[in-house]
């Protein structure tokens, strides 16, 4: 099936190619795309097609791909703790474009994009990736306040020496996570030890409770 030029490209929110080829002399790969088959028009186009293959065969064509490789693994990364922000730590694309990527808005994009979203892999490169410490901090902070220690954090994010290795101002995207899990299961135990005492505290005189948050008066107890 033979897909018209001008069809394709207005798809891609681009001018069609007989607008765009009207405002170019001859010799020119979008006139040639428009249909002129003049020889300085072929001429332009034949050494485009070697430009593109040689680019293409280096490895480094640019052209336009569907977006779905990308968003698919923009979501696999998510799913493993690797957020769009340390994505856009690893590659410099602007998060404008990351998000309109994983939410379809756009639905094409640049081949070099693509290569670069799918470089990041969540245990090699992405666990590496340095991002902004300041939200692990305000955690941090948040556990050294309430009295643990700087080497019980340490080990509650599995690492092997006492030392906290958070930088002031950069941390790993995998620490940064590791911080963050570890301080979901403090809150929750700290959570379920607040309950247990509340259950362990001293009736008042003369009451009994049957259950958690009822208090019954013995009769002539008193
Ligand atoms: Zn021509």
Redesign the pocket.
């Known amino acids: 099936m033979r897909t018209d030029p001008s069809n394709t490209m207005s798809a891609r929110g681009l001018k069609p190619i007989t607008v765009l080829a009207a405002n170019r002399d ?3 790969r979008l ?2 795309a428009a249909g ?7 001429r332009a186009n034949t050494a485009y097609e070697r430009a593109r293959n040689v680019a293409r065969k280096a490895g480094d064509w640019n052209g336009i791909v569907p977006a779905a490789r990308a968003r698919q693994h923009l979501i696999q990364l998510s799913r493993k703790g690797v957020g769009r922000r340390a994505v856009q730590e690893c590659t410099d694309i602007a998060d404008s474009i990351l998000s309109a990527i994983k939410s379809e808005k756009r639905k094409q994009i640049r081949a070099r994009t693509e290569r670069l979203i799918l470089a990041v892999t969540p245990d090699q490169k992405s666990g590496n990736v340095r991002t902004s410490a300041a939200d692990t901090w305000k955690l941090i902070n948040k556990l050294l306040a309430k009295g643990y220690t700087k080497t019980q954090i340490a080990h509650g994010i599995g690492a092997e020496s006492h030392a906290l290795q958070v930088g002031k101002k950069k941390v790993t995207v995998r620490n940064a996570h590791k911080v963050s899990k570890f301080f979901a299961k403090c809150e929750a135990r700290e959570f379920s030890d607040a309950a247990r005492k509340k259950l362990e505290q001293p009736l008042p005189a003369g009451t009994y409770s049957p259950k958690p948050g009822v208090l019954i008066h013995r009769m002539g107890d008193e």
């Open positions: 001859h010799g020119d006139r040639y002129c088959r003049c020889d300085d028009c072929r």
